[in-house]
């Protein structure tokens, strides 16, 4: 019993990984309407930008905002020079995830002569261990949950009470309709992918923070576990994306105490089959991604 | 040339030939997005080989797998075919049936990298991560597999597999049954308003690529009598969509000429590079390969947005006396 209450546990650190990275894919096809299949790329990518900066003996707290600044500023870049012209071209969606995935499989190989195949992990003392019950988890993983339950907050309330987050909603509901409103869906569409750039960066960073050590090959673990949580919650809805989060990372880390760690993907991937054959909707499919909470 | 590098070359073009011609059907004729083509490919490989390999307890019994059931050429061929056919059904069913065409996409890209993780891991199974070696070439009960002959024999083999492939492939392209996948193709919802069902139809083909894709499994691993998860990773398809984008969507004449161009061009490269030293050893290791990779994604994105329709566009095809 205390195997599961310490999976239990995990499942908390897990899910707080995985919503910080599904939330921002979800954003991505939601508003901009792009499955970007090269968000594990990016999400290592990022990993191994706090990698270098760390080791240059720097914490990797300051190491974790420049792996978010990275995941950012590259993401406008990806969209801006590869993703959008291809889009004003007119390439069709299935062209798109086309692109992506051939994005995807540059990046990785582009990465990998600079950092080689082998793992590697960050230079940080994962602090104290803290008992709650049954449940012991190190300083850092507990900053983790930290960091995504704030930055659920902040997503909910930039979507629910800003003019940007306003914006987005209505971009993602009709882009010609916001357009012709007056929203500078352009301006919108650039800061998406600037703030959920971020989120892919920050999760990259805390992914491999969490996990004792990481490598090139990580990204399309990253990208399934990632697709199941958007797929399960309702593609495009940031809500969803959370809640898919949250049973992807207790049913995989309650699997992994119950049978093999190995086969915690394969477990992802039975959840995804099971709602594409039961509810290819997801849980919260709505008319329209990104409609309002509730 | 020795006549052995050359019977190589022509065995793996006919292999690539036929693998293009069954995806070109899927994705350039009917518009299914199989990013887990290559998992029909190894099914096909896994099945062809237990079926003509003794039980694993033989050879010492080094590795482990299940089956082994010593059938003689042509049953495991046609095995590996009809298990292509059949792994195309669960599949189908499941991803087919409700999905749209970019999540279609997305779950079977997810499946190409869950069966390899799978099989990777399933040691029992079918030899995990080693995987399978020592397959018997077919007929080598017959005539001894390292002689000249048989080269010819296999080369004389694969070619009458890559006619037949092509007259299944032409036969449904020039069809009335064709005009239909292309029809639904450019627009399903208007296809189902005349009658035509999709996901019949989008099954129906997923399982004919199925075969086609099996039968090219077991022709490789008859010819290179090892197979591993490490030969069938997705990126392995993503070749064989550049080569269907290279050489043009829905045209076979365009599929073996992009299965000419590409996946054939990628191995003769790799061993063009690798036998020469001074650049198989520059930079970083994997260095070359890795280059190699970011020129297939190069190629794909260059032909996407310069000519999306590549070398051999699909023919247009007018009807006398209609309108102009």
């Given at each position: 019993m205390d195997l599961f209450v310490a999976a239990f546990g995990f499942g908390l650190v897990s899910m707080s990984v995985i919503a910080i990275a599904a939330v921002g894919f979800t954003m991505q096809f939601g508003i901009t309407n792009m499955i970007n299949l090269a968000y594990g790329e990016v999400m290592i990518s990022a990993a191994y930008v706090a990698y270098y900066v760390n080791k240059a003996g720097i914490s990797?707290?300051?190491?974790?905002?420049?792996?978010?600044?990275?995941?950012?500023?590259?993401?406008?870049?990806?969209?801006?020079f590869v993703y959008a012209p291809f889009m004003r071209k007119g390439t069709a969606n299935l062209g798109m995830v086309i692109v992506s995935l051939a994005v995807s499989l540059m990046m990785a190989n582009l990465l990998l002569p600079i950092v080689g195949y082998y793992s590697v992990s960050y230079q940080e003392d994962?602090?104290?261990l803290i008992r709650l019950g049954s449940i012991v988890l190190t300083r850092d993983q507990l900053i983790i949950i930290g960091v995504a339950v704030v930055l659920m907050l902040g997503i909910h309330a930039l979507l629910t009470y800003t003019r940007l987050g306003k914006a987005m909603r209505a971009t993602a509901a009709n882009p010609t309709l916001a357009r012709n409103c007056g929203i500078p869906t352009q301006r919108v569409i650039d800061s998406v992918w600037l703030i959920t750039g971020a989120m892919c960066g920050l999760a990259g960073v805390v992914a491999a923070l969490n996990s004792d050590s990481f490598a090139i090959a990580n990204g399309a673990a990253f990208l399934i576990t990632i697709l199941a949580a958007a797929v399960l919650g309702g593609a495009g809805q940031p809500y969803g994306a959370m809640i898919g989060a949250v049973l992807i990372g207790l049913i995989t880390e309650l699997s992994a105490a119950a049978w093999s760690p190995q086969y915690k993907e394969v477990v992802a991937f039975a959840i995804l089959v099971l709602v594409m054959v039961l509810r290819p909707q997801g849980l919260l499919a709505k008319r329209g991604a990104l409609a309002a909470a509730g | 040339m020795n006549t052995y590098y050359a019977a190589n070359l022509l065995i793996y073009a006919g292999i690539d030939i036929i693998a293009c011609l069954a995806l070109n059907l899927q994705f350039g004729v009917t518009g299914i997005v199989n990013f887990s083509f290559i998992v029909f490919q190894a099914v096909g490989a896994y099945a062809a080989a237990v079926l003509s390999m003794p039980p694993d307890t033989?050879?010492?019994?080094f590795q482990h797998y299940i089956g082994g059931y010593s059938l003689p050429f042509p049953a495991p061929w046609v095995g590996g075919a009809v298990a292509g056919g059949l792994l195309a059904i669960p599949v189908g069913f499941v991803v087919l049936r409700k999905l749209r065409s970019d999540y279609q996409a997305i779950a079977l890209l997810v499946l190409s990298v869950i069966a390899n993780t799978v099989i990777t891991n399933a040691d029992k199974f079918l030899g995990g991560a080693a995987g399978i070696s020592l397959v018997p070439p077919p007929l080598s009960d017959v005539i001894n597999p390292n002689t000249e002959p048989y080269e010819y024999l296999y080369v004389g083999i694969t070619a009458v597999c890559v006619v037949l492939a092509l007259v299944v492939v032409n036969r449904v392209v020039n069809s009335p049954y064709g005009r239909s996948?292309?029809?639904?193709?450019?627009?399903?919802?208007?296809?189902?308003?005349?009658?035509?069902n999709p996901v019949q139809l989008k099954m129906t083909i997923f399982i004919v690529g199925g075969v086609i894709a099996g039968l090219s499994g077991a022709i490789l691993v008859g010819f290179i009598q090892v197979w591993a998860p490490s030969v069938w990773l997705y990126p392995e398809t993503i070749i064989l969509f550049a080569a269907i984008i290279v050489g043009g969507r829905g045209n076979n004449v365009g599929a073996i000429l992009g299965a000419l161009l590409v996946p054939v061009g990628f191995e003769e490269v790799t061993r063009l590079l690798n036998n020469n030293a001074s650049i198989a050893n520059l930079g970083p290791p994997g260095l070359i390969p890795a280059l190699q990779w970011v020129a297939i994604g190069l190629l794909i994105l260059g032909f996407l947005w310069f000519r999306p329709q590549g070398v051999r566009p699909e023919p247009r095809r007018i009807f006398e006396g209609g309108p102009e």
């Open positions: 990797i707290w300051l190491g974790m905002v420049v792996g978010a600044l990275f995941g950012s500023v590259f993401s406008f870049l990806l969209n801006r994962a602090g104290s | 033989a050879n010492g019994g996948l292309r029809a639904m193709r450019e627009r399903e919802l208007a296809a189902a308003a005349i009658g035509k």
